[in-house]
């Protein structure tokens, strides 16, 4: 199996910045795309940005230009950069794994922004 922890998720101000971290860990073995995903309150958890084992990258459009999903396979961790954050950007933030014909899913990580 494989194992995702996020970090990094927190509080701040519009306009700040912060940066996700996502660790897979296990068997670890092909895993073909990575990617995140966010659930506000009241909301359906949607797709904020992926990237592929070839470096194909794709985004919400509430968040192209703000954001950028990176990946080390070196150290098998994802990460999203989000500056310019707006309150509407508050959120759990979850990181997902395909591997093989396996869907892998992180415990989650909060994201406040104040206005």
């Known amino acids: 199996q494989v194992q995702l922890v996020e970090s990094g998720g927190g509080l701040v101000q519009a306009g700040g910045s912060l940066r996700l971290s996502c660790a897979a860990s296990g068997s670890i073995f092909s895993i073909n795309l990575m990617g995140w995903y966010r659930q506000a309150p009241g909301k359906s958890r949607e797709l904020v940005a992926i990237t592929t084992s070839g470096g194909m990258t794709n985004y919400a459009d509430s968040v192209k230009g703000r954001f950028t999903i990176s990946r080390d396979h070196a150290k098998n961790t994802v990460y999203l950069q989000m500056n310019s954050l707006k309150p509407e950007d508050t959120a759990v933030y979850y990181c997902?794994?395909?591997?093989?014909?396996?869907?892998?899913w992180g415990q989650g990580t909060q994201v406040t922004v104040s206005s």
């Open positions: 997902n794994a395909v591997h093989g014909n396996a869907n892998y």
